[in-house]
């Protein structure tokens, strides 16, 4: 049973627009929540973190938005950079040590 | 950043030899380690938690007697697949959690994965 969700697989946007990757959860003991970048042949790259007492974490041109009443988690990048074209995971853990993690979303920023 | 160093980046082998994959933390203390395995457009799924001086915890389905987890020092945990058969082919991830910093202890800095191919 996939506890997190990341419905959409690739995403395309434009050099300089906003890119907005969404990520859903069925567990309501989440709480805390990260976002992970992965380019090809390399491990995942810590991102940006959120936890569930905030809604909203900014970091550089990075966004984390937590709705928890949806349950759902978005990352928001702005302006979006060619070199930001990555495999981005968000996922999830309840007050302990393991992760749920997503299926991932394929970012392409056109140059 | 906290650096993970996972060796080798990929491994060929055949069908019944072991396998021994490396993680190390290189600039911090991690007493904590976790094992992923990676399918082809899947999620990472947690295998095991790997503590130093104790014995891994392994995730319901993994068979601790085929990977076998070594956590020997604060910077260095294994992962040994034995008898290796074509359907451990896979990619394998460590990460390790960062020993006693308050508020970051939910971060997990990854390695680099090792793409294991059983012949």
């Known amino acids: 049973d996939q506890q997190v969700k990341q419905n959409s697989p690739s995403l395309s946007v434009q050099e300089g627009r906003i890119s907005i990757l969404n990520c859903d959860y069925t567990?309501?003991?989440?709480?805390?929540f990260l976002w992970y970048k992965k380019y090809p042949a390399e491990g995942p790259t810590f991102l940006i973190s959120i936890s569930s007492i905030k809604d909203k974490n900014e970091d550089g041109r990075f966004t984390v938005f937590l709705n928890k009443s949806a349950k759902h988690l978005s990352l928001h990048i702005v302006p979006s950079q060619p070199g930001d074209s990555a495999v981005y995971f968000c996922?999830?853990?309840?007050?302990?040590?393991?992760?749920?993690f997503g299926t991932g979303t394929s970012l392409t920023v056109i140059p | 950043g906290a650096v993970v160093s996972q060796h080798p980046s990929r491994v060929i082998c055949k069908s019944g030899t072991s396998v021994k994959i490396e993680c190390r933390s290189l600039?911090?203390?991690?007493?904590?380690m976790f094992w992923y395995r990676q399918f082809p457009k899947q999620s990472l799924m947690l295998m095991a938690t790997s503590n130093e001086g104790s014995k891994a915890t392994y995730e319901q389905g993994v068979e601790k007697d085929k990977f076998l987890i070594n956590h020997a020092s604060l910077t260095l945990s294994t992962l040994t697949v034995t008898s290796a058969h074509p359907e451990d082919s896979s990619f394998y991830i460590c990460?390790?959690?960062?020993?006693?910093?308050?508020?970051?202890?939910?971060?997990?800095?990854f390695g680099a994965g090792t793409r294991l191919s059983v012949l």
């Open positions: 567990n309501s003991m989440f709480d805390y």
């Open positions: 600039d911090f203390q991690a007493t904590t």
């Open positions: 996922a999830a853990s309840a007050a302990g040590n393991q992760f749920y």
């Open positions: 990460s390790a959690r960062e020993q006693g910093l308050a508020g970051v202890k939910n971060i997990q800095y």
